[in-house]
């Protein structure tokens, strides 16, 4: 008789688990997914697509930084339209993140700047971007995960795993030393690679490109402070056929204006390895454990934007829970597969 295959264990299960139980009993327990009529446009997606494409392209020098996005947001573009049955509404949305997808995409790239880069490959040859890693972990399968890119700075020669985040507001730069998921990455690429990455950088990326300033009625531009940047600023006062010398004072109430934030943090081999013999080999084998007491941790900052949180309240004030299982929520189709896990790693921190 052949052993059954041992589980793979992702970082999404291990932060749903350490967030609250309850959640991970109903993702990875009984399975549960919120049943929803339509996933909304992911911006994060599209950017991440186009950055990944654009990298792999530069890696092999096959188009250029701007090619290679364009190539892949022109990709995440088609997977959206092929979903067919669109109004026309949805399919306007498509194009328009699409096209934001790409402007923000080059700006990340000229911002690293990626001339100054080269990408780490992994002991077989293979380019570490959007790189799906396995590595083993005692009780399960192995741990595995996805890495946003490992890259080479290669004025200073130091490796850094890089994680894109694309958010509406940025995390302050202390964010990143407790960053669990990067420690944990960062010494799971050093047992792959047998050298440790010197950190990790969270580049936070703004969901909004800059906006264009407005002309005033009487022909001059408009000095109010807009989140846009001095170059986008300069470009419609050309455009308008003024004078940027005129408006310079613009050029420094503009500079407080963020649109990215690398967040970095310097780790040492004894610093990530203690994070995962002390958090994460723990919590491996806690969630193993067929004895272990599985609780609410409810709280507004735990259960606010929760996609259970209905779900769990019914069963608690003892309303109609399975009501509420039926129409709110659909059986995942077996476990919880690796492509979902990428989403949910997006939406862990």
Not at 9 to 18: A, G, P, V
Not at 116 to 136: K, L
Not at 199 to 205: H, P, V
Not at 259 to 266: C, G, L, W
Request: glycine share 6%; aromatic share 12%.
């Amino acid at each position: 008789m052949q052993a059954a295959t041992k589980p793979f264990l992702s970082f999404s299960q291990i932060s749903t688990y350490l967030r609250c139980r309850q959640e991970w009993r109903y993702v990875y327990q009984e399975n549960l997914a919120p049943r929803v009529d339509a996933r909304p446009l992911s911006l994060g997606s599209a950017v991440h697509i186009g950055l990944a494409t654009a990298l792999w392209n530069y890696y092999h020098g096959w188009m250029s930084v701007e090619d290679g996005v364009r190539k892949g947001v022109e990709f995440w573009e088609e997977q959206e339209l092929a979903r067919g049955d669109l109004f026309e509404e949805e399919i306007e949305a498509i194009y328009q993140v699409a096209t934001e997808a790409e402007q923000i995409a080059i700006r990340t790239l000229h911002k690293l700047p990626i001339d100054e880069w080269e990408t780490v490959t992994d002991p077989a040859g293979v380019p570490m971007i959007e790189y799906n890693f396995t590595v083993p972990l005692k009780g399960w399968g192995g741990f595995h995960g996805y890495i946003d890119w490992v890259g080479r700075h290669k004025p200073t020669g130091q490796v850094w795993l890089v994680d894109w985040k694309v958010r509406g507001s940025f995390q302050p730069y202390e964010a990143e030393e407790v960053n669990l998921q990067n420690a944990a990455y960062q010494y799971a690429i050093f047992r792959i690679l047998r050298k440790l990455p010197v950190g990790t950088i969270t580049f936070q990326i703004s969901n909004k490109p800059p906006a264009k300033p407005k002309l005033n009625k009487d022909g001059t531009m408009s000095r109010a402070l807009i989140k846009t940047d001095w170059e986008t600023y300069k470009a419609a006062l050309l455009e308008a056929g003024l004078n940027p010398d005129d408006y310079l004072d613009m050029a420094e109430k503009l500079s407080t204006v963020e649109f990215f934030r690398p967040a970095k943090e310097y780790r040492t081999l004894d610093t990530v390895r203690r994070v995962w013999k002390e958090v994460v080999e723990p919590t491996a084998r806690e969630i193993r454990r067929s004895t272990k007491i599985v609780v609410r941790n409810l709280g507004h900052r735990i259960c606010n934007g929760c996609a259970y949180r209905q779900l769990c309240l019914a069963e608690l004030s003892g309303g109609d829970a399975e009501y509420i299982r039926e129409t709110h929520y659909r059986p995942r189709v077996g476990a919880v597969d690796k492509s979902q896990e990428k989403e949910d790693e997006e939406n862990a921190l």
